[in-house]
């Protein structure tokens, strides 16, 4: 796998990993929780950075890291907070 797409897997993950942080940790410890998350993901990969030689594609993978992220963090968020509602009514 090219590293570009590594790290576009990696940022979906990392985002889709914010619903379950947040239902395990509870609201007050979520941010502590997911930083730790966060940082662990991207210290773990850091060695992929090598591979990534500056092109308009490497530059494309910066630019599109944080909203793919967040973008899955905001579904997994949702999801999560929709079955946790779901599970409290009944």
Same mark, same amino acid.
């Given at each position: 796998? !090219? *590293?570009? !797409? %590594?790290e576009i897997a990696l940022?979906?993950?990392?985002? #889709?990993?914010? $619903? *379950? ?5 509870g609201p007050d410890k ?7 998350? #966060? $940082? $662990? $993901?991207? @210290? +773990?990969? =850091?060695?992929?950075? !090598?591979? &990534? !030689?500056?092109? %308009? +594609?490497?530059?494309?993978?910066? &630019?599109?890291? *944080? ?7 905001? =579904? +997994?968020?949702v999801a999560c907070l @929709?079955?946790?509602? &779901?599970?409290? %009514?009944?």
């Amino acid at each position: 796998m !090219k *590293p570009e !797409k %590594r790290e576009i897997a990696l940022a979906s993950a990392l985002g #889709l990993l914010a $619903g *379950p942080c947040y239902l395990v940790a509870g609201p007050d410890k979520f941010l502590t929780w997911y930083a730790v998350v #966060l $940082g $662990g $993901g991207i @210290f +773990s990969t =850091v060695h992929w950075l !090598k591979d &990534l !030689k500056p092109s %308009r +594609s490497a530059w494309f993978v910066w &630019l599109a890291w *944080p909203v793919v992220m967040l973008t899955g963090a905001a =579904v +997994s968020m949702v999801a999560c907070l @929709f079955i946790q509602k &779901l599970f409290l %009514r009944g």
